[in-house]
């Protein structure tokens, strides 16, 4: 059997990326992602990306996540996002203890995982070091196909204690999905809400946020890879931003397919040689070369650390944080753009267009994506001032 490379899985997510487009209209109307998909990313190897070799996954470098969620969300941004959420925790379950990989990938290692990290759970500690756990969470996209959940919350400390946030793990039994997911943008994501009364929650199924932040995970002691030592802020965040440049890609080629044909009823000049036509095609694809280009440095830059077992400097973290959020931003830009130069057609339901307007605008939307935050963190840290973000 031929070796499967990150090359091997870009093309197939390419060769994909069609049929999601196929399969969007009817997803969105679906609310969540259909089986066939995950049947496709599953089939295809895509869960097995980062998951370590111990289970049958092919253990590679976290890149390859976003690459493939460059090529699918040209076809459908919100699988681009499943399929990244997914696989993040795919990487994160790797952190846990051993037993907990087991638990959970022993007798299946299809399983997957969906998550909400907002830290709203509410814990009281129990014997042995286990907690109970209450909460109502939002936004858990995917929850329909997975068959545990990450979800945030704080333990409680003692007084004068710094904060301990950690991700809970929750099997299917413990928790209840509200179907709740009625959305202008990432429609097919199906990110409800998720319900939990008093469920029990061992110590071994709790990853302590502090762990992520330093790279240094029970899980670490049995997957040794550097590929596995990633700071956790870094991969969380870039799942959510990535696919809003695979729609901005995504837009664009459809963008050019429209304007090779397209005669303006107004005048009836052919589309295609209009200058401001031109320059938005041109400045679209610009912008999205320059926002990839800076994203792959980055993650090319934190490998060569860990390959040679050193830290990644704080600065540099928080300036990788801040290009992820930006990164968004640019995509949003590129979106508006084409949106506006297609004229009156964009607007009607099935519009390809219009469909990565409105994904681009929902994972806009997403915390992690706001621009300012991280910004003035950035900044302040070239001035000399300490870092104040616990998720890079």
């Not at 097995?48 to 040209?74: D, S």
């Not at 945030?152 to 301990?164: A, I, K, L, Q």
């Not at 090779?260 to 095609?281: H, P, R, Y």
């Not at 307007?357 to 929902?362: L, T």
Request: one cysteine or more; glycine letters at 8%; proline letters at 5%.
């Amino acid at each position: 059997m031929a070796e499967v490379t990150p090359e091997v899985l870009i093309e197939r997510a390419r060769k994909l990326a069609p049929t999601l487009r196929e399969r969007a209209e009817k997803a969105g109307e679906l609310r969540r992602t259909p089986d066939e998909t995950i049947a496709d990313f599953h089939e295809l190897g895509f869960f097995k990306a980062v998951q370590p070799k111990r289970y049958g996954g092919y253990e590679m470098n976290p890149k390859i996540l976003y690459q493939l969620q460059i090529e699918l969300g040209k076809g459908c941004a919100s699988s681009a996002w499943v399929f990244g959420v997914l696989s993040v925790h795919t990487w994160q379950l790797a952190l846990f203890p051993k037993e907990t990989q087991d638990e959970v990938w022993g007798e299946d290692p299809k399983t997957l995982i969906s998550s909400s990290y907002m830290p709203v759970g509410k814990s009281k500690w129990l014997e042995d070091g286990a907690v109970s756990l209450s909460g109502h969470w939002s936004f858990s996209s995917g929850c329909d196909h997975a068959q545990w959940i990450f979800l945030g919350g704080f333990v409680p400390t003692e007084e004068g204690s710094p904060p301990d946030m950690r991700t809970f793990l929750l099997p299917r039994a413990d928790y209840e999905i509200k179907d709740n997911w009625f959305v202008s943008g990432l429609k097919s994501s199906g990110s409800k809400d998720i319900l939990v009364d008093g469920a029990t929650v061992p110590a071994h199924r709790m990853h302590k946020f502090f762990d992520g932040f330093r790279s240094s995970s029970p899980g670490n002691e049995v997957n040794t890879s550097p590929v596995y030592r990633y700071p956790f802020g870094q991969i969380h965040v870039r799942s959510v931003s990535t696919p809003a440049l695979g729609a901005a890609l995504g837009a664009l080629e459809s963008f050019n397919e429209y304007m090779k044909t397209k005669v303006s009823q107004a005048t009836g000049g052919k589309a295609s040689d209009n200058l401001l036509n031109n320059i938005a095609a041109a400045e679209a694809a610009a912008i999205i070369d320059r926002e990839i280009i800076t994203l792959e440095r980055n993650f090319d830059e934190m490998f060569g650390y860990l390959e040679r077992g050193e830290a990644i400097p704080l600065e540099r973290r928080a300036r990788f944080r801040n290009d992820s959020a930006r990164a968004v931003s640019a995509a949003v830009e590129v979106v508006d753009a084409l949106f506006t130069a297609c004229g009156g057609r964009v607007l009607f339901q099935g519009n390809d267009i219009n469909r990565h307007w409105q994904d681009v605008h929902a994972i806009r939307a997403h915390h992690a994506n706001g621009p300012d935050k991280p910004a003035a963190n950035f900044g302040a840290m070239q001035f000399g001032n300490k870092n104040s973000d616990f998720f890079i």
